[in-house]
């Protein structure tokens, strides 16, 4: 069965930090580019950032560049969304997806359609 585990959201302070993990089952991370999304209440889906899996070149939405990082370990088949300095802004419900988008979607990493696989999605709430 094909699964994708997100974990790793919480309650965390402005300017402070959380990795998010996604973990698969059923399939190889490897095979597919790997991205974040998230949304918030009456928001729409937003591109975080995404790894793909010809290179392993790294993508992020200007609104978190600089600040998150995304990573692969593929021995343990899982992709890491290690998020600094966060901000009230970032609070959401982040979801993490496996796909193969077409160019397009890099451009501005906003086609989750592209997407074939997805997780439940991990709460991160930013707030004093």
């Known amino acids: 069965q094909v699964r994708l585990v997100e974990s790793g959201g919480g309650l965390v302070q402005p300017g402070g930090s959380l990795r998010l993990s996604c973990v698969a089952s059923?399939?190889?991370?490897?095979?597919?580019?790997i991205a974040w999304f998230r949304q918030a209440p009456r928001k729409e889906r937003e591109g975080v950032s995404c790894i793909t899996n010809s290179d392993d070149s790294t993508y992020y939405a200007d609104s978190v560049k600089g600040r998150f990082t995304i990573s692969r370990d593929s021995a343990k088949n899982t992709v890491y969304l290690q998020m600094s300095s966060l901000k009230p802004e970032d609070t959401a419900t982040y979801y993490c997806a496996a796909g193969s988008p077409s160019r397009s979607y890099f451009t501005d990493l906003r086609d989750w359609d592209e997407f074939t696989y997805w997780g439940q999605g991990t709460q991160v709430t930013v707030s004093s």
């Open positions: 059923g399939f190889t991370l490897d095979v597919y580019t």
